[in-house]
């Protein structure tokens, strides 16, 4: 009865790829539904714990700073205001915010599923030794993907803020920031993050099928470095020093790039001269 019930997705028409692909990402779609409802129901706490802790002047990212910044010239670098200035101006700007952070959160929260899913529509099509390197594909995406978030978090976002707080062109202007602008930035800058950070596993899948190649990478080097520049500049407020902070890791990851699709491409030229009939 279940071997009945088992589709060679392989000999599948173009319709039927789209027909199963829809039902993974209605899957997905309902996960991250449900991990918004979560994030929806300790909003509280997603707020004043994880969404405001880059402008607390105590955050750990500010906390090392200073106290680096102490062994060297005994006074602290990074000083933020007792109270940040949030306001509101909007009638219905904080439930916009709740729905956007819910959404984003709970997109965040439930990645490793959605990467599951995403497997399970493209590994009837996998080769057995590409299989069997699935697990640490899954490990590594998710791997990244928590690693560019956190670097988008910890470092990009809260020296962002410091520098957008205190660059003063007037004592005549005062600073008050709109919750929506800040909610932007935050969200823009830790989601954008974690996805550049797939840029590894970008390069490994393009060069498996045949896309992209070690070559190509490093003779468009100098290119990339202009494109890293304007994609770091889209993921945060656009300031130099938040777009200089956030293309460096971009800049590794390239490199790092390189030396995968170098090593799939070697990989796969080997598997090709194999089954050339001797």
């Known amino acids: 009865m279940d071997k009945k019930k ?7 028409p173009f319709l039927a790829h789209v027909g199963v692909l829809r039902k993974h990402l209605l899957r997905s779609l309902v996960a991250i539904c449900a991990g918004a409802a979560f994030i929806g129901y300790k909003m509280h706490f997603v707020m004043d714990t994880i969404i405001f802790g880059p402008i ?19 006074r602290d670098a990074f000083v933020m205001p007792e109270q940040f200035p949030i306001q509101v101006r909007r009638i219905f700007e904080q439930l916009n915010t709740a729905f956007y952070i819910a959404m984003v959160g709970g997109f965040i929260l439930v990645f490793p599923y959605v990467i599951y899913e995403m497997w399970k529509f ?18 590594t995406t998710y791997f990244l993907f928590i690693l560019g978030c956190s670097f988008g978090y910890f470092l990009v976002t809260p020296l962002t803020m410091h520098f957008g707080y205190f660059f003063n ?16 930035i935050l969200l ?8 550049v950070f797939l840029l590894p596993i970008i390069v490994y899948v393009l060069t498996s099928i045949g896309i992209l190649t070690p070559k190509f990478l490093k003779t ?14 889209f993921i945060t407020p656009g300031d130099i020093p938040s777009m200089l902070v956030a293309s460096c890791p971009l800049y590794l990851l390239y490199e790092a790039s390189i030396l995968v699709s ?7 030229q080997s598997d090709s001269r194999e089954i050339i009939p001797q």
Do not use: C, W
């Not at 607390?56 to 005994?74: E, G, L």
């Not at 290119?223 to 890293?228: M, N």
């Open 220 to 233: 468009y080097r100098r290119h990339a470095v202009v494109i890293i520049l304007i994609i770091a500049g």
């Open 169 to 184: 062109l007037s004592d005549v202007i005062k600073v008050n920031i709109d919750l929506s602008s800040y909610i932007s």
């Open 122 to 139: 493209i590994s009837p099509g996998l080769k057995p030794n590409e299989k069997k390197n699935s697990v640490a594909f899954f490990i």
């Open 56 to 74: 607390h002047k105590d955050f750990i990212t500010f906390r090392i700073m200073n106290a680096v910044s102490r062994f060297f010239s005994s």
């Open 6 to 12: 088992k589709v060679n997705t392989g000999s599948m």
């Open 188 to 195: 823009q800058t830790v989601l954008g993050m974690g996805l």
């Open 262 to 268: 170098a090593i799939v491409y070697k990989r796969n």
